[in-house]
């Protein structure tokens, strides 16, 4: 069964609205969770790090006010895409790395699509 | 940033073929793995390879790994049409004082039937 759950799976919004996207670890408690953002035939681009109980740690180009982390517990990372524009248009994967091994684990990812 | 480069871009062979396909990263890593991605799909783990390993098998998957020359390869043997699907390596990395795991830039494998 699934280990990291991503929900939503899908979500198309207008353009200018901000959309949440939650990553739960099932199985662990994560402290360190990660979020992806995969264009169309691209890789996996890592977007920023999410450190639960203090402030998630962005890659060079991604702009820290346009997505919002927060990891408020344990098991729960959130990413908020605020005012979407088109070209925020993507498949977003978060992972969570379980304490104990250090092993990443996947969520299925989440497609947006901004009108 | 993306720190794994892999060669080739795209791969077309016929069944039963193998496939092999190669990664090369930049910094020293603590593992590199091996994921697969269907089209719109999530990732699916395939192999860990640490680096204190030089090869590794499981099933019809083969990796290797030289510290060396900072590259690894995935051979898959008897392909199948099923096997179609884009893969990746990433490499899990201390950088900017944390582990990362930082992806390639993927191989798209087509296995003609």
């Known amino acids: 069964g699934a280990v990291v759950s991503q929900h939503p799976s899908w979500v198309i919004c207008k353009s200018g609205t901000s959309v949440k996207i939650e990553c739960r670890s099932l199985d662990f408690q994560a402290t360190t969770m990660f979020w992806y953002r995969q264009f169309p035939k691209q890789s996996l681009m890592l977007m920023a790090t999410?450190?639960?109980?203090?402030?998630?740690?962005?890659e060079q180009g991604v702009e820290k006010d346009k997505f919002l982390i927060n990891h408020a517990s344990l098991t729960l990372s959130t990413l908020t895409v605020t005012s979407a524009h088109p070209e925020d248009s993507s498949f977003y994967i978060c992972?969570?790395?379980?304490?104990?091994?250090?092993?990443?684990?996947f969520g299925e990812g989440s497609r947006l699509t901004v009108l | 940033s993306q720190q794994g480069e892999e060669d080739p871009q795209a791969l077309s062979i016929q069944e039963g073929e193998n496939a092999t396909m190669n990664c090369s990263y930049k910094t020293s890593i603590n593992n590199l793995q091996w994921y697969r991605q269907n089209s719109g799909r999530g990732l699916v783990h395939l192999i860990l390879i640490r680096s204190n390993e030089r090869e590794k098998h499981s099933g019809r998957l083969r990796v290797t790994l030289d510290t060396s020359k900072k590259s690894s390869s995935l051979l898959i043997t008897a392909s199948r049409a099923a096997d179609t699907a884009s893969y990746f390596c990433?490499?899990?990395?201390?950088?900017?004082?944390?582990?990362?795991?930082?992806f390639g830039s993927g191989t798209r494998l087509l296995v003609r039937p």
């Open positions: 992972s969570a790395r379980r304490p104990r091994d250090g092993e990443l684990f």
């Open positions: 990433a490499t899990d990395a201390w950088m900017d004082s944390s582990y990362k795991l930082i």
């Open positions: 999410s450190n639960e109980g203090s402030k998630a740690t962005y």
